[in-house]
């Protein structure tokens, strides 16, 4: 009897060592398979974007009258110029507009904020804010919609709070951008200065890449006779305050913009002056994605917009 019970024992314990073997290998050739599938799709990230990922952190401020971002190829393309290139947040600040508004002379219909639901769940923002019409936010005067650029930092400051740290870099830009070129990745950013898209009536030619030596103005622009592009751009999280802040600043020398002194982006110039903060001329690709009304009008500039 004692024998018959011990060899069942010892069935039963073949039986378990049989199974679970059995469980292991299923469980070694499944994770080979994971391993497999999932190997190739990883490294075909380049390598700078993997070390973007894992060392800088990145906020997009995107401010202003959203008009055209509705554009499938308007939004596609700054995910996958801007987004994909320098990972990140996405800070949305939008002004709601009437449904008719006169841009340069030019009678353009407007859509409310249910014709942008497609953009916005696509570019995944971690936070959305839509301004009330002529609500200047505090500003003396935001004619410019500078006053929005403040607004987005604000949320960016209530992130890092939220987060227990800073961000590396902010990406300033428009709603209405088409983004016809990468963005340069982190690892190519400066630290110590801000960077600012061109005038592009003021250029002879554009490099091709982000590591050749640019000059800021070329003719037959004067830059003693100019403010800087408010369109787009990307500067150190540490310098980031005087600009972000400049509808709000007061007593700004303006005569450094010299005739130009009364465009409302002489404020930017005269800010970073004042600030004693460098700032560099970089050569982004990106032209304002105007609707079909306005490109019908006589006078528009052709060389930061299409249509």
């Known amino acids: 009897m004692t024998l018959l019970f011990l060899k069942e024992i010892c069935v039963q314990f073949q039986q378990k060592k049989l199974y679970y073997a059995t469980q292991f290998i299923i469980i070694i050739i499944l994770f ?5 599938l999932y190997q190739p799709v990883f490294y075909s990230l380049p390598t700078n974007t993997l ?24 939004y596609v393309a700054y995910r ?54 002529n609500d200047r936010l505090r500003a003396a005067d935001d004619h410019a919609g500078y006053a929005k650029w403040q607004r987005c930092l604000e949320h960016i400051e ?8 800073k961000y590396d870099f902010i990406v300033r830009t428009r709603p ?42 070329q003719a037959p622009c004067d830059k003693n006779n100019q403010g800087l592009s408010d369109l787009f751009a990307i500067m150190p999280r540490t310098l980031a305050d005087p600009y972000m802040r400049v509808a ?32 560099e001329i970089w050569p982004f690709i990106i032209k ?6 306005f490109c019908h009008a006589r006078h528009w500039n052709r060389f930061n917009s299409w249509c």
């Open 248 to 279: 709000y600043i007061q007593n700004l020398p303006k005569h450094v913009c010299g005739s130009q002194s009364h465009y409302a982006e002489c404020r930017i110039r005269a800010t970073l002056y004042k600030a004693n903060m460098t700032y």
């Open 158 to 165: 209530q992130a890092e709070k939220q987060d227990g740290i």
């Open 80 to 133: 996958r110029q801007a987004l994909d290139q320098l990972p990140g947040d996405l800070f949305v600040i939008l002004q709601l507009m009437d449904k008719t508004e006169n841009v340069h002379g030019a009678s353009i219909t407007n859509s409310g904020p249910k014709g942008y639901i497609a953009a916005l769940k696509y570019l995944s923002p971690r936070k959305v804010e839509w301004i009330p019409i």
């Open 32 to 36: 080979i398979i994971n391993v497999l």
């Open 288 to 293: 304002i994605m105007r609707p079909l009304q």
């Open 176 to 217: 209405d951008l088409y983004f016809a070129k990468d963005l340069p990745t982190a690892d190519l950013l400066p630290k110590n200065r801000i960077l600012i898209s061109p005038y592009y009536e003021c250029l002879q030619d554009i490099p091709s890449g982000y590591n050749q030596t640019w000059p800021d103005l």
């Open 51 to 74: 070390h973007n990922i894992t060392k800088y952190r990145i906020a997009h401020c995107m401010t202003g009258a959203p008009r055209t971002l509705y554009k499938e190829e308007l």
